[in-house]
T-cell receptor, first 111, second 111 residues
Framework: DTAVSQTPKYLVTQMGNDKSIKCEQN?????MYWYKQDSKKFLKIMFS???????INETVPNRFSPKSPDKAHLNLHINSLELGDSAVYFC??????????FGPGTRLTVL | ELKVEQNPLFLSMQEGKNYTIYCNYS?????LYWYRQDPGKSLESLFV?????AVKQEGRLMASLDTKARLSTLHITAAVHDLSATYFC???????????FGQGTRLTINP
């Protein structure tokens, strides 16, 4: 049983397109996150939702719009993709002691 | 703003040797986490350190936390090739419901 799952695993697209990444967790956690990991492996938080409510928005361009239909799902929609958006995007959920559990990642390549 | 710095960023070592990765952070926190990331994979939780003086061990890895010095260490004993990975520390910002990650330490263990 996968605890935190993401789809798709790979995403290759042209500049200017719009794309979405989906995330689901079956851990029963209330809080979920989106992180971006760049080519140097640096991991930076983008957004966090607690029980469908946005609680963290780390000055991410408004081309990025998260949506949480319920506390088990957190999706990320990206408009007008740019070259600099190429990265690996990780979804995570927060458990006890604030420990975070990460999904497998979505490698986004913008051409 | 909380800064988390790992040292070294790159480490190449031989099997059988011991070494330590350091994680310094710039503001008060009582919780620190260590993660492992294999190439192309997700982040796997290794240790959760919840208080000053906490020490946890799993196999050849041992992590400790000194909240007064704002320092955590990840010690590798008698390294084996399977431990080759990137190791991240992350610090919990009290009340902010988020983690701040270090830059990662890329560990390569040579036979």
């Amino acid at each position: 049983d996968t605890a935190v799952s993401q789809t798709p695993k790979y995403l290759v697209t042209q500049m200017g397109n719009d794309k979405s990444i989906k995330c689901e967790q079956n851990l029963g956690h209330d809080t979920m996150y989106w992180y971006k990991q760049d080519s140097k492996k640096f991991l930076k938080i983008m957004f966090s939702y607690n029980n469908k409510e946005l609680i963290i928005n780390e000055t991410v361009p408004n081309r990025f719009s998260p949506k949480s239909p319920d506390k088990a799902h957190l999706n990320l929609h990206i408009n007008s993709l740019e070259l600099g958006d190429s990265a690996v995007y990780f979804c995570a959920s927060r458990g006890g002691y604030n420990e975070q559990f990460f999904g497998p990642g979505t490698r986004l390549t913008v051409l | 703003e909380l800064k988390v710095e790992q040292n070294p960023l790159f480490l190449s070592m031989q099997e059988g040797k011991n070494y330590t990765i350091y994680c310094n952070y710039s503001t008060t926190s009582d919780r620190l986490y260590w993660y492992r990331q294999d190439p192309g994979k997700s982040l796997e939780s290794l240790f959760v350190l919840l208080s000053n003086g906490a020490v946890k061990q799993e196999g050849r890895l041992m992590a400790s936390l000194d909240t007064k010095a704002r320092l955590s260490t990840l010690h590798i004993t008698a390294a084996v090739h399977d431990l080759s990975a990137t190791y991240f520390c992350a610090v919990d910002i009290t009340g902010a419901q988020k983690l701040v990650f270090g830059q990662g330490t890329r560990l390569t263990i040579n036979p």
